[in-house]
């Protein structure tokens, strides 16, 4: 269910997710928009991105507790945090094209919208929290449906 508290770990990891994004606002590519998005996808992914938010804060589950063999989600979703930072590394270094942020990483398609969700909803896992899963699962469907469908109108 969860324990009410400061999460450390969820805002070390929001900082990960925010940090960049922040950044890409002066470093959009060239040809980006997102008008005509489809509105059931963005409202997914607003739902989602208030509830993760929220959720990542509020929850004392995320931080680090005893090593059990649990801590591998933990471990798995800080690796996935440390793949979005390299990605966007790469795509800073680009020529910031369409293609450049719609890119795949490692094999993990839409890189920018496919880590942070998985790594969040194993965060979620970790700390054994639903309400971190379920609002992932919203985010997810519009983060990463407008990330595909935009892969799909480049291509």
């Known amino acids: 269910m969860g324990h009410f508290g400061f999460s450390y770990v969820g805002l070390i990891f929001l900082l990960m997710l925010t940090v960049p994004n922040l950044i890409w606002?002066?470093?959009?590519?060239?040809?980006?928009?997102?008008?005509n998005e489809n509105?059931?996808?963005?409202?997914?992914?607003?739902?989602?991105?208030?509830c993760v938010t929220c959720t990542a804060l509020?929850?004392?589950?995320?931080?680090?507790?005893?090593?059990?063999?649990?801590s591998l989600w933990l471990i798995a979703a800080f690796v996935l945090m440390v793949m979005y930072e390299c990605w966007w590394i790469r795509y800073f270094k680009s020529e910031k094209q369409l293609k450049n942020f719609y890119?795949?990483?490692?094999g993990v398609p839409?890189?920018?919208?496919?880590l942070p969700v998985v790594a969040f909803f194993f965060l979620g896992l970790y700390g054994k929290v639903i309400w971190l899963m379920v609002s992932v699962v919203i985010l997810g469907i519009g983060h990463i449906g407008i990330h595909l469908k935009h892969l799909k109108e480049i291509q």
């Open 103 to 106: 890119s795949s990483f490692l």
């Open 58 to 70: 509020v929850f004392s589950d995320f931080n680090i507790h005893v090593w059990s063999a649990w």
């Open 110 to 114: 839409v890189a920018g919208a496919t």
């Open 39 to 50: 509105r059931i996808l963005l409202v997914f992914e607003r739902v989602g991105q208030v």
């Open 25 to 35: 606002a002066e470093r959009k590519p060239e040809g980006y928009t997102n008008r």
